[in-house]
């Protein structure tokens, strides 16, 4: 089955004091399964924007996105949750764990938005993978900033999506638990078969990936890698 996810000719803009701003520019994109993209750009360069466009969360003005054939934002609202919820995983800079919810019930609560049951096997082999195992019970409060992005990848893993959206992921870490989070979700990409698209600003990430993307005037330029 084909389940590559396709951005044709994207456009988005946005007014701001009077003035439009076109952040996505006719962006023509595709990702598959079981490969690493990096979209590299600075603040402010339309990252966010587009990683919500090909989450299912930020609507086009005009083009498409496209999943197994379907194009997503043609689907009623009730599907295309239906189908982020399934298919996507979202890692963000702030982990935007639930205070109120302990790490077992953060992770698990895509499996409740789904209505289905957890694969629990899973789950034990992600929280393992992540060194989160003996910390199921304690509130995110407690956690150290590398344990509580562990636990937003086991969150975003949890209903084995196609792929892994991560949005500036290592923003918020030092470099010692930002090079664990790499390494980590290149080890989850083997284990799971997801498509991880991360997103940066920063320059040392750049090597990352198997194809390397930078946005710049809402517009892609492609990279080889080491260029
Ligand atoms: N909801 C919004 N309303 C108005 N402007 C927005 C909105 N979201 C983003 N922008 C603008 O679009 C541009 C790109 O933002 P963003 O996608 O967040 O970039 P990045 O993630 O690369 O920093 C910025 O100039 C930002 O101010
Ligand atoms: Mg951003």
Not at 4 to 24: A, P, R, W, Y
């Amino acid at each position: 089955m084909n389940k590559d996810l396709i951005l044709d000719n994207v456009t988005k803009s946005f007014f701001q004091g009077g003035k439009q701003q076109k952040v996505l520019d006719g962006i023509n994109l595709k990702f598959s399964p079981g490969k690493w993209y990096t979209i590299y750009g600075v603040s402010g360069s339309g990252k966010t924007t587009l990683l919500n466009t090909i989450g299912g969360i930020e609507t086009p003005d005009t083009g498409y996105l496209y999943f197994n054939g379907s194009s997503i934002y043609d689907l009623p609202d009730r599907k295309i949750s239906r189908w982020r919820n399934r298919s996507i995983g979202f890692v963000f800079q702030f982990f935007h764990l639930i205070g109120e919810l302990n790490v077992r019930q953060n992770i698990l609560l895509p499996c409740r938005v789904r209505g289905y049951s957890p694969d629990y096997n899973w789950i034990a082999r992600i929280t393992r993978v992540l060194s989160i195992d003996s910390l199921l019970g304690r509130s995110p409060a407690t956690l150290s900033g590398g344990e509580m992005q562990r636990t937003a990848l086991a969150r975003a893993l949890v209903n084995k999506p196609s792929f892994i959206l991560a949005d500036e992921p290592t923003g918020n870490l030092d470099s010692g638990n930002s090079a664990k989070i790499i390494k980590l979700l290149e080890e989850l990409k083997e284990e799971s078969g997801a498509g991880i698209i991360l997103a940066t600003h920063e320059r040392e990430l750049i090597e990352t990936g198997d194809e390397i993307f930078e946005i710049t005037d809402g517009k892609i330029k492609s990279s080889k890698k080491g260029e």
